[in-house]
């Protein structure tokens, strides 16, 4: 795997593209055999989670459709704000659906415990969450997460979606912001 510039902005990659891809499947396997003879409905939250959406729907072999909400938690710095608001709704109907939130990361667990709440009241039949990353020590609340990536240390993390003043989501691996980016 090529070593990109902007991986230089940062002090420690936790996982490489190849490690990623990896999981992203072994949980699609997972999906693949729960999900079998349905028709789930993936909802990707903008815009952390759409390189993650992007593998994880191309690697699963079942018949699967996409949609996308968008939602705020995080201002632009690094803290979480706690208040949640809709700035794009989906587009899909949930009455009856099997739906999958597609997540990048769940951190405090806010977000994602206040969206599985608001998907459920949409008369789905079943709402279940995908995150590719937790923080089990940061959690606020607790979620129930059906499928779990990879459990991460306290830090913030950038790539693969995630962002730092919208930077570094094109990044392929996910790593720790290296000090002098902050300063
Ligand atoms: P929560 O509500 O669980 O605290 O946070 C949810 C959202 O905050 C995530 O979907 C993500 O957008 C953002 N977030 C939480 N932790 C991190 C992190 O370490 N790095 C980045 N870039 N975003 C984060
Ligand atoms: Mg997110
Ligand atoms: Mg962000």
Known sequence: METSDIEGDLSS?????????????????????DYAGKDPLLVGV???????MAD????????????WMAVSSYGSGTKTSGVVRILKDLDADLHGRDVIIVED????????????DNLKGRGASSVEIFAL??????????????YAGFEIPNEFVVGYGLDFDERYR???AIGILAPHVYA
Request: charged share 25%.
């Open 133 to 146: 990353l937790r923080k089990p020590e940061a959690a606020t609340v607790h979620v129930d997460v059906k």
């Open 56 to 67: 994880f729907a191309r690697e699963l072999r079942i018949p699967a459709t996409m949609d």
């Open 170 to 172: 094109n990044l392929r």
């Open 46 to 52: 903008l815009k952390g989670a759409v390189m993650v």
């Open 105 to 116: 990361i769940i951190d405090s667990g806010l977000t994602l415990s206040w969206l599985l």
């Open 13 to 33: 990659v936790l996982y490489t593209e190849d490690e990623i891809l990896a999981k992203i499947a072994s949980v699609a396997r997972q999906v693949e055999i």
